[in-house]
């Protein structure tokens, strides 16, 4: 049994929102997540077998990666963001 291309966009279409909408979730309530030692500020919230890393203030949330929750996240994965992150 194979999945027409239409039906494979529709499912990443959805995904997508339901990980936006979790997003938008974490920024109304402002949840803090977990904290991630190898970079000061940065949180993390496990959603759907993924992992939301993300900065998070009273303002804004701003999304760094989403990441498959198996995938071991370390610095060198988030400095091009960081170091952006830095200069805002």
Not at 10 to 21: A, E, T
Not at 50 to 74: M, N, P, S, W
Request: overall charge positive; hydrophobic content about 40%; charged content about 30%.
């Amino acid at each position: 049994m194979s999945i027409s291309p239409s039906s494979t966009r529709l499912l990443q279409k959805n995904f997508l929102d339901d990980i936006n909408r979790k997003i938008e979730w974490i920024a109304e309530l402002g949840i803090t997540g977990s904290t991630r030692n190898f970079i000061p500020g940065l949180r993390a919230f496990p959603y759907r077998k993924r992992c939301i890393y993300f900065f998070i203030d009273d303002e804004k949330i701003t999304v760094l990666r989403v990441l498959h929750g198996r995938q071991k996240a370390v610095l060198e994965d988030f400095l091009p963001f960081y170091q952006t992150q830095e200069k805002d």
